[in-house]
């Protein structure tokens, strides 16, 4: 059984208001995207790695790809202007041949690999897809115009991580089926799977997987990667 992973950092991350795209962004001496990059290429989950770039960007990450001396990227190709567009792009490199495809956010450079196994594992048990979530500790509500129209009931509710792994060919049937202008607001592939009728499972996530989106989420993640054991 094949799996192969689509790394996709194609994402411009404005809110870190930096110069260059998040996954380029410095975590250490690294850009943000070499260490999801290193975990899944030693990781005995993941057979092979297309790396999706922000446009302009695919030789830097070639050559990051390089100096690291990673194994397993088959390919690295231009993103999109959407996640989901980036998705695409990746998937499209994967052969037909391919058994699961997980998809991982550049932007969570802290990738357990007991959550790939969680991920990888779930979809012997006859699931399409699998996906990390994580509890929600504060009250939830809906708010309309700073009013509060609803108070949602918290027991049913998670909050969704990646990576994410998929029956390939099921990824494969909803990036084609679905029309891009629906995949447009996806913010992750399961909203994907599951527009299309496919049944996803939920496996405990990480904290640690926390997703660069501001400056105080680096240094976080700069300070797990400083202590033992992360
Ligand atoms: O923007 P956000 O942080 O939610 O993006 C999640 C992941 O999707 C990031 O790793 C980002 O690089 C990627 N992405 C992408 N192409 C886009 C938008 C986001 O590859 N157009």
Redesign the pocket.
Known sequence: MSVWAVL??????ERLGEDR???FVRLGDLPLLAESLRRLDESGWVDEIVL?APPEWEEPAILLAEELGVSKVSACVT?????A??VRAGVAEVPEAAAVIVVH????PLLPDEVLERVVGALAEGFDGAIPALPIADTVKRVREGVVVETVARAELVTVQTPQAFVAPVLRAALTTLSVESTQSA?DCAALVERNGGRVTVVPGDERLL?V?RRADLERIAGWLAAPRT
């Open positions: 996709v950092a194609a994402g411009r991350g795209p998040k996954a999706v993103g999109g202007e959407t996640r567009e980036s956010d550049a932007a969570r913010t997703k989106t």
